[in-house]
Each structure stands twice: as structure tokens, then as C-alpha cells.
């Protein structure tokens, strides 16, 4: 599995967040008749007004929001990822000793034996 490129993914997750924020207070402009959504986005971001300033404004805040829990998201995957490969890492390493152990320790057999343990730990041929 590949890491994700934590800055990217922020930023990414913050483009869609002020995507999405532009699009609601466009609509709320467009359909403003003390609308239900005006009510809820009044609720969210205190003496909210569907104004162009207030839209541009909650499109920042939604930036920086979607950017650090994109951010956060992709650090936490990261670390899921590399506990995970650290693990599997030792499996390999250990069956790959006992195979070792198994045909009595020969020399030169170490690039063999870890070819046959990565191919019995992962479960598929590896090249």
C-alpha cells in the first residue's frame, strides 16, 4: 500500500471543503428567503449573512478545517500503513530464519530464503 502525501491529501480535502462552502452560500444568495438553509448556516458560523464577503469568509474557514482533517486523516493512515509493513516485516524475517534453520544453516542461501518466506507470509509469487 502507498503513503499518502500528507500535505496534498490537506490540501485537497481543503479544495473540496471551500468548493463545497462556495456552492452552499452561492445558493443560499441565489434562493435567500429566510430559507432553511440560512437558518442552519447561521446556527454553524455565529451572525452569518448570505453576503459575498461572508461566503469568501466561511470558504476560508472551511479551507483550513478540510486541510488539517485531510491532514490528520492521511498522517493517522500513514502510520496505520508502516505499523502494518513493519509487522509483516518481521514475519518474513523470522520465517525466512526458520527456513534457513530448516536446511541447516547453509551459507549464500539468504536472497533464496527470503524470496520463499516473502512468498509464504504475503501468499502470492514474488518476482
Do not use: H
Not at 471551500?18 to 447561521?42: D, M, P, W
Not at 525466512?96 to 518466506?117: F, H, I, Q, T, V
Amino acid at each position: 500500500m502507498a503513503k499518502l502525501y500528507i500535505k496534498g491529501f490537506g490540501f485537497a480535502c481543503g479544495i473540496v471543503g471551500a468548493g463545497l462552502a462556495l456552492i452552499v452560500g452561492t445558493l443560499n444568495i441565489v434562493f435567500y428567503l429566510q430559507s432553511e438553509l440560512n437558518n442552519s448556516l447561521s446556527m454553524i458560523y455565529l451572525g452569518y449573512k448570505p453576503t459575498l464577503f461572508n461566503i469568501m469568509l466561511n470558504a476560508g474557514v472551511c479551507f483550513v478545517f478540510a486541510f488539517c482533517l485531510g491532514s490528520a486523516i492521511a498522517w493517522l493512515y500513514n502510520r496505520i500503513i508502516e505499523e502494518s509493513r513493519q509487522e509483516i516485516d518481521q514475519k518474513i524475517k523470522d520465517a525466512a530464519r526458520s527456513l534457513w534453520e530448516a536446511k541447516g544453516k547453509p551459507e549464500g542461501s539468504s536472497a533464496e530464503d527470503w524470496r520463499e518466506a516473502e512468498r509464504k507470509v504475503r501468499g502470492f509469487n514474488i518476482g
